[in-house]
């Protein structure tokens, strides 16, 4: 038996999927491609600042609106992760006592379709304490069609000490 071509393949697939009740072609529609949403990378480094803001709020509930249902928060000052909006308040409750406060010190942003990444090193500096933490971190976000959420936040502490 000889192989069948995937032009061969695609043809038989569309006759059998346009066979109405009465046995006749019809119409297949061709799947349609995603209508990505048009941004720039200072649009998507101003969801850092979007971000930040809402922690020095102090408002930890605030903090998490910013988060998709099903994201991953890997917190800077706190081994365990975070998947539910309960388990991130409770993280960013005790993050915004301190009062922090960020600045982005490098950064590369990366763009897909409805989906982009922010991925680079930050300082803390906390008002409560005058402490200062730096960090690597990556933000990655996801277009609902209304808003960018972040689906995934991992910061941890620069490991050698400057």
């Given amino acids: 038996m000889k192989p069948m ?7 038989g697939g569309a006759m059998l999927a346009g066979c109405a009740a009465t046995g006749g072609p019809t119409a297949v ?18 969801l850092f600042d979007r971000w930040n803001a ?7 509930h605030q903090v998490v609106a910013h988060y998709a ?6 917190p800077t000052v706190s081994n365990t992760p975070r ?3 309960e388990e991130k308040e409770d993280y960013f409750h005790h993050f915004v006592e301190n009062r922090p406060s960020g600045k982005v010190d490098m950064r590369r942003i990366y763009i897909g379709c409805n989906d982009a990444v922010d991925a ?9 304490s005058g402490a200062v933490i730096k960090a690597r971190y990556t933000f990655t976000y996801h277009w609902t069609g209304d808003t960018w959420l972040i689906t995934s ?5 620069m490991p050698e000490k400057q």
């Fill in 120 to 128: 680079g090193l930050y300082t803390f500096t906390f008002g409560k």
């Fill in 29 to 46: 529609a061709p799947p349609t491609a995603p209508i990505c949403k048009a941004v720039t990378e200072g649009e998507i480094a101003q």
């Fill in 83 to 85: 998947l539910t909006p």
């Fill in 5 to 11: 071509t995937l032009a061969v393949w695609m043809a």
């Fill in 153 to 157: 936040h991992h910061s941890s502490a």
């Fill in 54 to 60: 809402s922690l020095q709020s102090g408002d930890p």
């Fill in 69 to 74: 249902e099903q994201s991953i928060l890997l």
